[in-house]
């Protein structure tokens, strides 16, 4: 069972209903999207935790020779 808010004033299934009224689906007989809004008052999923492993990298510096100075001929 679904619950949904009245989005404005409105007449479902032979029964007037005003702005911010909650309602079940089976009791209007089902989803009006242009009057209706689905409501956060059912339970939230809930969703696992992902743990990411901060990996530290070292940066290894290579010892480079220096580069030697060519004579112009």
């Given at each position: 069972m679904a619950l949904y808010?009245?989005?404005?004033d409105c007449?479902?299934?032979n029964n007037e209903y005003q702005k911010w009224d909650v309602v079940s689906d089976t009791e209007v007989g089902g989803y009006y999207p242009s009057v209706m809004k689905l409501t956060n008052w059912?339970?939230?999923e809930?969703?696992?935790?992902?743990?990411?492993?901060e990996v530290k990298?070292?940066?290894?510096?290579?010892?480079?020779?220096p580069n030697k100075k060519r004579k112009k001929k």
């Open positions: 808010e009245i989005t404005q007449r479902i299934a059912q339970k939230p809930k969703k696992e935790k992902v743990i990411v492993d990298e070292e940066v290894v510096k290579e010892d480079k020779k």
